[in-house]
T-cell receptor
Framework: AQKITQTQPGMFVQEKEAVTLDCTYD???????LFWYKQPSSGEMIFLIY??????QNATEGRYSLNFQKARKSANLVISASQLGDSAMYFC????????????FGAGTILRVKS | DSGVTQTPKHLITATGQRVTLRCSPRSGDLSVYWYQQSLDQGLQFLIQYYNGEERAKGNILERFSAQQFPDLHSELNLSSLELGDSALYFC????????????????FGAGSRLTVL
């Protein structure tokens, strides 16, 4: 079974607007962490934001915020005030407590920011 | 610059050959992880070392092997290469050995792109 599902293969957003990238996950472990990474066309993987399963508040890092809905098992990434440099592939990933060494990635969403 | 150094950046070789990919983790990080990114499989976890010892194994083929040396750098050896091994190979490092905590965020290198002809 898919552990991480990213249902949007590609998204477009107008510069300066907000965009939400979807991520749902599947785990029976009460202890887990959710991560978002950005992969620009140059290829490197850049860490954006982290949410722990026991965190009471949604994580925020600058223009990035994570809309964490535990009951729905979703961890959507919200990018506010999109910039052209945000155009990239975005990956959602999960690390479970019982298999704490393995970070499992979703298939990714390509985001294109239009000027 | 993430602080994780991978060499070579690009590698082109023929089927049946053997290659070695090298990774130096970020200063202070004890764990090294290897991931393979291909178009059909996405990002797949291969193997993890923590302070010189193998800690976790993922979808790593028997033709592949890795090790972490006392200075904490790691090498991924790929042998009897096949066309399907063409991929981007990432090394990542973290301070700790694992767990879901945000304290163990993986920092990735720029990757080594392997092309098997």
């Amino acid at each position: 079974a898919q552990k991480i599902t990213q249902t949007q293969p590609g998204m477009f957003v107008q510069e300066k607007e907000a965009v939400t990238l979807d991520c749902t996950y599947d785990t029976s472990d009460p202890s887990y962490g959710l991560f978002w990474y950005k992969q620009p066309s140059s290829g490197e993987m850049i860490f954006l934001i982290y949410q722990g399963s026991y965190d009471q508040q949604n994580a925020t890092e600058g223009r990035y915020s994570l809309n964490f809905q535990k009951a729905r098992k979703s961890a959507n990434l919200v990018i506010s005030a999109s910039q052209l440099g945000d155009s990239a592939m975005y990956f959602c990933a999960m690390r479970e407590g019982r298999d704490g060494n393995k970070l499992v990635f979703g298939a990714g969403t390509i985001l294109r920011v239009k000027s | 610059d993430s602080g994780v150094t991978q060499t070579p950046k690009h590698l082109i070789t023929a089927t049946g050959q053997r290659v070695t990919l090298r990774c130096s983790p970020r200063s202070g990080d004890l764990s090294v992880y290897w991931y393979q990114q291909s178009l059909d499989q996405g990002l797949q976890f291969l193997i993890q070392y923590y302070n010189g010892e193998e800690r976790a194994k993922g979808n790593i083929l028997e033709r592949f092997s890795a090790q972490q040396f006392p200075d904490l750098h790691s090498e991924l050896n790929l042998s009897s290469l096949e066309l399907g091994d063409s991929a981007l190979y990432f090394c990542a490092s973290s301070v700790g050995s694992g767990g879901p905590s945000g304290a163990n965020v993986l920092t990735f290198g720029a990757g080594s792109r392997l092309t098997v002809l």
